[in-house]
């Protein structure tokens, strides 16, 4: 079974800087790596799959990166309606979802 | 447009039965291999168990192993997910979700319907 990390579990972040989230696998995905935003009360919604690849109408603040065991989501200058909870999904085997990021207004 | 539309959650004791369904349209369903992805109140999402398009190919989280089966009706267009030997650590939103191809590896969750809550308490 895959097991997934993520770092860190909050992020306190001021409207208009840069977010970077880390999501760790314990053996190699090659891309198969996607990222969701949660907010209270809704369903996930996708963000980026590929481990780079913007999901269909995501603005391009939001960007990912890295390969293998490495993973991280990079929002650039936070907006108000980023705040929010942010999970990673490794679906290289079956699927295992990090314990997630809560990304907070400092 | 894609919809996903679960029912069946409820207010069950520990150690009984439930049976979940989600009902799917618009879109080829029989194609795609669906999933059941739970949510604790206040925590994070957890994979439960996938099924492929024609059944063949089935997985479960070892949270679940042994006690909950998923099944699909191609010709309904429908998921479910049976849960036996219910624990009060299974009380969750459980939504059903479709991935984005047809093989049961290589793809993330494309579509998720609104859940249905399961609640297991004595």
């Known amino acids: 079974e895959i097991v997934m990390t993520q770092s860190p579990a909050t992020l306190s972040v001021s409207p208009g800087e840069r977010a970077t989230l880390s999501c760790r696998a314990s053996?190699?995905?090659?891309?198969?790596l996607a990222w969701y935003q949660q907010k209270p009360g809704q369903t996930p919604r996708l963000l980026i799959y590929?481990?780079?690849t913007r999901a269909a109408g995501i603005p391009d603040r939001f960007s990912g990166s890295g390969s293998g065991t490495e993973f991280t989501l990079t929002i650039s200058s936070l907006q108000s309606e980023d705040f929010a909870v942010y999970y990673c999904l490794q679906y290289n085997a079956w699927r295992t979802f990090g314990p997630g990021t809560k990304v907070e207004i400092k | 447009e894609v919809q996903l539309v679960e029912s069946g959650g409820a207010l069950v004791q520990p150690g009984t039965s439930l049976r979940l369904s989600c009902a799917a349209s618009?879109?080829?369903?029989?194609?795609?291999?669906m999933h059941w992805v739970r949510q604790a109140p206040g925590k994070g999402l957890e994979w439960v168990s996938g099924?492929?398009?024609?059944?063949?190919?089935?997985g479960y989280a070892d949270s679940v192993k042994g006690r909950f089966t998923i099944s699909r009706d191609n010709a309904k267009k429908s998921l479910y997910l049976q849960m036996n030997s219910l624990r009060g650590e299974d009380t969750a939103l459980y939504y059903c979700?479709?991935?984005?191809?047809?093989?049961?590896?290589?793809?993330?969750?494309?579509?998720w319907g609104q859940g249905t809550l399961v609640t297991v308490s004595s």
């Open positions: 053996q190699s995905l090659g891309s198969n």
């Open positions: 099924i492929s398009g024609n059944s063949k190919s089935i």
């Open positions: 590929g481990a780079s």
């Open positions: 979700a479709r991935q984005s191809g047809t093989a049961v590896l290589h793809y993330y969750f494309d579509y």
């Open positions: 618009g879109f080829n369903f029989d194609y795609y291999a």
